[in-house]
């Protein structure tokens, strides 16, 4: 347990140590409402959740969105118009992320609610290849009255944008000696007797060595991690993939994204080089309205 909570905490702290760029404050983004939805608890049927999601579409020619801030972003204003706070539930709303498929499933086990705030911490935003356009979303477990005509949100939201790739290399036989940790993301190979290999066995459609990267924060600002012989030659790697799993530190969930990539031939890499973004916070404020639908 303490290996995992010294894992976990080096991850948090990683990304600290980019040598990212003041943020910057912009207010010629474009942005707009991309969809609204409400679920509204019926009397007569158990156990049926409740909430709204209100979704944005951010989009700036100059800038190359990778990853969102939630704990820099905040929700000044998020009521309806009969003046109800649409954070009382969770005494703040915060930001969800658009997920995968299996992502209501995973949150049902752990008993949360699928417009619950917690809905943003486990998977990642939408971006365009690009990265100009970017889709994020805003939930709250309360609804608007029924006699509401519109919702009203007043916000600052904190994406990171692209200044520049960089890229990093070690050799392969560090690994021997545990995990290397670049750019707040920790490398590592991945073993059968890993207490996650259940996950990550699926990920295994090959011969091949696999490699992780994993991280307690976020894997976004990761462009690829590619693999090379000892004459430079770049080896070739399977699909990549994506998955979440959750670990108990000082006895509360935490959870580590991770990405999984396997080699396609049964060879050793003499070289493991890791690109990532060099970025800055960009600040957006937002204030939108949304019409209730009847």
Request: charge should be negative; include cysteine.
């Amino acid at each position: 347990m303490q290996m995992l909570k010294a894992t976990a905490l080096a991850l948090l702290a990683g990304l600290l140590n980019l040598g990212a760029l003041p943020p910057t404050t912009i207010t010629d983004a474009e942005v707009e409402l991309y969809g609204l939805d409400i679920a509204r608890a019926q009397p007569a049927m158990q156990k049926q959740e409740q909430g709204l999601r209100l979704r944005l579409r951010i989009h700036h020619p100059e800038f190359r969105f990778y990853d969102f801030d939630p704990e820099a972003s905040s929700i000044e204003l998020f009521r309806d118009d009969r003046g109800n706070d649409l954070r009382a539930g969770n005494k703040q709303a915060e930001w969800a992320r658009i997920s995968d498929s299996n992502l209501p499933a995973i949150q049902r086990s752990f008993g949360f609610n699928t417009f619950a705030a917690s809905f943003w911490d486990l998977n990642s935003l939408t971006f365009t290849k690009d990265r100009r356009h970017c889709l994020l979303d805003v939930g709250s477990t309360v609804v608007p009255a029924k006699v509401a005509t519109k919702i009203e949100l007043k916000a600052r939201v904190v994406l990171w944008s692209v200044e520049d790739w960089r890229s990093e290399s070690f050799d392969y036989g560090r690994l021997e000696d545990g995990p290397v940790t670049i750019a707040g993301v920790q490398i590592s190979e991945v073993h059968s007797d890993d207490r996650r290999s259940f996950f990550e066995g699926q990920a295994k459609q090959s011969e091949g060595l696999r490699f992780k990267i994993e991280s307690a924060s976020s894997i976004k600002h990761v462009k690829h991690l590619r693999f090379f012989d000892e004459e430079g030659t770049e080896l070739k790697a399977g699909p990549r993939h994506d998955y979440s799993s959750f670990t108990l530190i000082e006895g509360e969930m935490a959870l580590l994204r991770s990405k999984i990539y396997s080699l396609a031939d049964d060879v050793e890499p003499e070289r493991i080089e890791i690109t990532y973004a060099h970025g800055k916070q960009i600040t957006i404020p937002v204030r939108v309205s949304a019409r209730v639908p009847v």
